[in-house]
């Protein structure tokens, strides 16, 4: 079966450093599979086959001459991302969907450990991620204390499960999401929509029970087409 071509936002992103580059795909049991590539989608194309032709607790995608490394955790439902430069590193984020896996893989490719820093709600101590939800998205709501970090957090989120609706009035966030998705980067957006002023409306009664519907803000709409 052919694979879907993937393409990604890349406007905040360094330029891909062209190839060849070399990365090795890994589960564990020694038999690590070592790829040459010209670009991320060449890579993607080649871990996309390797990580659906085996079942494993862990898939670990290492960029040894950057000292980076991601690993996916899809039984946990955990990706971790490492780095080992002058400041050795690791950040840890909890995923709520299967199909996030193959697309944090592909923003490794494109961009190594700083590709996913706008993938998700990171956390530095793995044991961060037993809290709830609602305690998880609080906690790194709680992290982000200007109007400028706020805003471009919101888009972030919204530019990863959003819409703006038929009238240009609300833009509307979780799109098509039940209440039991997403549920920390609700609890996040919620808080950060308190913080900086926002007017949330009430969904219409057609509407997905998880969608947050926030009326269009001058702030918002500069930020959200940055993500276009």
Do not use: C
């Not at 037993?130 to 998880?136: G, T």
């Amino acid at each position: 079966m052919e694979l879907p071509h993937v393409t990604r936002r890349t406007h905040m992103a360094r330029p891909y450093r062209p190839g060849p580059k070399q990365f090795v795909f890994a589960v564990g049991d020694g038999n690590d599979q070592q790829v040459s590539v010209g670009d991320p989608q060449e890579a993607y194309v080649a871990f996309s086959a390797f990580f659906r032709g085996r079942e494993a607790d862990t898939y670990t995608i290492k960029d040894e001459p950057a000292g980076q490394s991601l690993a996916l955790m899809p039984r946990l439902g955990v990706i971790s991302r490492t780095r080992d430069a002058d400041h050795p590193r690791s950040e840890h984020l909890q995923v709520d969907r299967a199909n996030r896996y193959l697309p944090g893989a592909m923003l490794f490719f494109e961009n190594g450990y700083a590709g996913l820093d706008r993938f998700g709600q990171w956390f530095s101590d793995l044991s961060d991620l037993d809290a709830s939800p609602e305690a998880r998205g609080a906690a790194r709501a709680a992290t982000i204390t200007t109007e400028a970090a706020a805003i471009e957090e919101v888009a972030r989120i919204w530019a990863d499960s959003g819409i703006v609706d038929p009238s240009d009035q609300y833009y509307v966030f979780f799109d098509s999401h039940g209440v039991d998705d997403d549920r920390a980067e609700r609890a996040e957006l919620l808080q950060l929509i308190d913080f900086l002023g926002l007017e949330r409306v009430d969904a219409p009664a057609e509407a997905s029970g998880g969608e947050v519907w926030v009326r269009t803000d001058p702030r918002l709409e500069v930020e959200a087409a940055r993500w276009s």
